[in-house]
């Protein structure tokens, strides 16, 4: 499994992945994280699965090994290094 954090908040994370062509799958609370969420994305007509998680203004994406599909851990490679926007 890949588990990377990332530099943006979790509404820049699902603008960047509509950008990309992926849709919310899921969205719920995250049992580990009072308050927090988690998300399930993915590439309409494709296997894989990115999923979002953000506890308490830390985001990470994580995809299971059985669900990459092929392009799921290089988005999430490519999230993990784009720079927090300045403001």
């Given at each position: 499994?890949?588990?990377?954090?990332?530099?943006?908040?979790a509404?820049?994370?699902?603008?960047?992945?509509?950008?990309?062509?992926?849709?919310?799958?899921?969205?719920?609370?995250?049992?580990?994280?009072?308050?927090?969420?988690?998300?399930?994305?993915?590439?309409?007509?494709?296997?894989?699965?990115?999923?979002l998680?953000?506890?308490?203004?830390?985001?990470?994406v994580?995809?299971?090994?059985?669900?990459?599909?092929?392009?799921?851990?290089?988005?999430?490679?490519?999230?993990?290094?784009?720079?927090?926007?300045?403001?």
């Amino acid at each position: 499994m890949l588990e990377l954090s990332v530099d943006l908040s979790a509404e820049q994370v699902l603008r960047e992945c509509g950008r990309r062509g992926l849709q919310v799958r899921s969205e719920s609370a995250l049992r580990s994280c009072r308050g927090g969420r988690h998300w399930h994305l993915c590439i309409p007509g494709r296997p894989g699965t990115l999923e979002l998680n953000e506890c308490r203004g830390q985001v990470s994406v994580k995809v299971h090994s059985k669900r990459d599909g092929g392009w799921a851990g290089a988005l999430a490679a490519e999230l993990h290094a784009l720079p927090r926007p300045s403001r």
